[in-house]
């Protein structure tokens, strides 16, 4: 009992300080309790207390509920280095010229994203849209001298509502089909609906709070090209090996290759494509390797791989092993029980509110096994309470799911600050509305259809 209660308490706290990233001075120096340091000492703590050990991390990264925490791992590092590497060839500056070029006023361009990047969401993953679209909004709004926020918001609120339609969308759908046996075709028949309500209601929401900031007439201004893309070499393999992994990704359900294989066999591709090209595609000699007269410059493909925001692995890791001790407790178990609700509705409705914001103290993946086990021999509305949860949970707070964490240290290193302050007065209430539609429409399918 004792270690529980002090678990909780760690955990609680470990989530205050990963939002409130506090400040001590050190020696003279102001230090940032950043959340990758938070989460070092938290699980330090945890070892030193003998609540857990080496063996405990290792088996809250081992399978549960037929999911695997550390092909979760290797699915979104492996795609930020992916999506990076794409970026850096130039291409995406290009294409957000094109696509500028051809929206003319800001409403058309609003709506053509949110379909862009919705579609792209129904056959690949949210986190890899989120990924690939973001620094194309962000040139868009360089080249064009507009407001990169409504585009920004929209499409990342897209991306987490598009991802419910098929499990592929994201791993939290995959966790959630497999505790509840759910097939393909299942899954997408149950919850076509209540992302069809999802999406309406956020695309209205998101439409009515800014159209009278969408400009109406969009004038762009570009570089020349041979600025943008360095060498043409690099661009055409990188983009091209990006159209392969888009089409192997989207189709891989089909004859069964596993998405974190796909993303870590293309990361080992990309790896030796930066490598191939880091000497003609480094602007400064940080890392060069000498041999006799020959010297060879690394620091393109050290640039890329710093790119990738490494520092939320210890965080992601820390909620897992949070996981694994609450099951081990008894504390997953006990939550199961607490879910007796008078009728239906407000059982379906609940549930998507309550797992919605869970996802913002726990993350969407580890919150999504946590509540699989405490919920599976509930009805099936429950279930699919629990997806609109993990998806649409991630559209309240930055560290809801783990693309938003990984979407504002994208957005800080092209210099536009997104802190959880500024995050939820643009998404609450939409998030909200967004959650109260697609949960009724959920009961409506499970009670008469």
Not at 174 to 183: D, E, G, K
Request: aromatic share 16%; with cysteine; net charge positive.
């Amino acid at each position: 009992m004792i270690a529980t209660i002090i678990t909780i308490h760690l955990f609680f706290a470990t989530v205050y300080l990963v939002i409130k990233e506090p400040e001590i001075v050190f020696k003279n120096k102001r230090v940032i309790l950043d959340y990758a340091r938070v989460s070092l000492a938290v699980l330090g703590l945890l070892i030193a207390s003998g609540i857990a050990s080496l063996t405990t991390i290792k088996s809250a990264m081992m399978p549960q509920m037929n999911i695997v925490p550390w092909q979760i791992l290797i699915i979104f590092f492996g795609s930020a280095y992916i999506c990076s590497s794409l970026d850096a060839s130039g291409v995406l500056k290009v294409i957000a010229y094109k696509f500028t070029k051809s929206a003319g006023t800001g409403k058309k361009l609003f709506f053509s994203l949110v379909l862009l990047a919705g579609v792209m969401t129904v056959f690949t993953s949210n986190d890899i849209v989120t990924l690939t679209l973001t620094p194309i909004i962000v040139y868009i709004s360089q080249y064009a001298g507009i407001n990169p926020l409504p585009y920004l918001i929209s499409v990342f609120f897209a991306s987490n509502t598009w991802s419910m339609f098929f499990y592929i969308g994201n791993p939290t759908n995959v966790i959630v089909a497999q505790a509840y046996s759910l097939n393909f075709s299942n899954y997408a028949k149950l919850m076509f609906f209540p992302t069809l309500a999802a999406i309406l209601t956020s695309v209205i929401g998101f439409y009515a709070k800014y159209k009278k900031i969408l400009s109406d007439k969009i004038s762009v201004h570009f570089e020349e090209t041979k600025e943008v893309i360095k060498d043409k070499r690099y661009a055409f393999l990188s983009s091209g090996i990006f159209v392969i992994f888009f089409l192997v990704i989207a189709t891989g359900d089909l004859y069964g290759l596993q998405l974190w294989k796909s993303i870590l066999i293309f990361s080992g591709i990309y790896i030796l494509l930066n490598l191939s090209f880091s000497d003609v595609m480094s602007e400064r000699d940080e890392v060069v390797v000498e041999f006799k007269n020959f010297d060879y410059n690394l620091t393109f493909v050290v640039d890329t791989i710093r790119r990738v925001p490494w520092k939320m692995l210890p965080m992601v890791v820390t909620f897992f092993v949070f996981v694994h001790i609450f099951t081990t407790f008894g504390v997953t178990r006990y939550v199961g029980t607490l879910f007796n609700f008078p009728n239906e509705l407000i059982g379906t409705v609940a549930t998507a509110f309550i797992t919605a914001f869970a996802a913002n103290v726990m993350v969407n993946q580890p919150m999504t096994i946590f509540f699989a086990q405490a919920l599976y021999q509930k009805p099936l509305n429950y279930a699919m309470s629990l997806v609109l949860g993990s998806n649409i949970g991630g559209n309240i707070t930055l560290i809801g799911a783990l693309a938003g964490v990984m979407w504002s240290r994208i957005l800080a290193y092209y210099g536009i600050e997104m802190n959880n302050k500024k995050f939820i007065k643009e998404t609450f209430f939409t998030a909200c509305l967004t959650l109260l539609s697609s949960s009724f429409v959920t009961y409506v399918i499970h009670r008469f259809l």
